[in-house]
Nanobody, 126 residues
Framework: EVQLQASGGGLVQAGGSLRLSCEAS????????IGWFRQVPGKEREAVSC???????LYVDSVKGRFTISSDNAKKIGYLQMNILKPEDTAVYYCALYRLTKGYDCSLYRWFYDYWGRGTQVTVSS
């Protein structure tokens, strides 16, 4: 069974940076997509970014130019480098994964994702 472990959250001042990691265990496929989502209390979980194992990447507009997603496919680890953080980035961040057909873009729709890690809290103070 695939399990995801997210880490790297914390408290940072506005303008600062954090790097989240998501390690997948039990994954035998080389074709997969890793997505990052975030959620604040009382709101829907929203997409942040995703990356396919062939390198295709998508970002939501609110994080373009500030966040960078990457992955180490051999180690089955995904990363989310978050720079120029803003208070509105405060949320619980979740990583997720699904097996992807090669040649397709990853998806920013959460129902594509079969596996979810526990969230990691990111708090940005003003």
């Amino acid at each position: 069974e695939v399990q995801l472990q997210a880490s790297g959250g914390g408290l940072v001042q506005a303008g600062g940076s954090l790097r989240l990691s998501c390690e997948a265990s039990g994954l035998t496929s080389d074709d997969f997509a890793i997505g990052w989502f975030r959620q604040v209390p009382g709101k829907e979980r929203e997409a942040v970014s995703c990356i396919a194992s062939d390198g295709r990447i998508l970002y939501v507009d609110s994080v373009k130019g500030r966040f960078t997603i990457s992955s180490d496919n051999a180690k089955k680890i995904g990363y989310l480098q978050m720079n120029i953080l803003k208070p509105e980035d405060t949320a619980v961040y979740y990583c997720a994964l699904y097996r992807l057909t090669k040649g397709y873009d990853c998806s920013l729709y959460r129902w594509f994702y079969d596996y979810w890690g526990r969230g990691t809290q990111v708090t940005v103070s003003s």
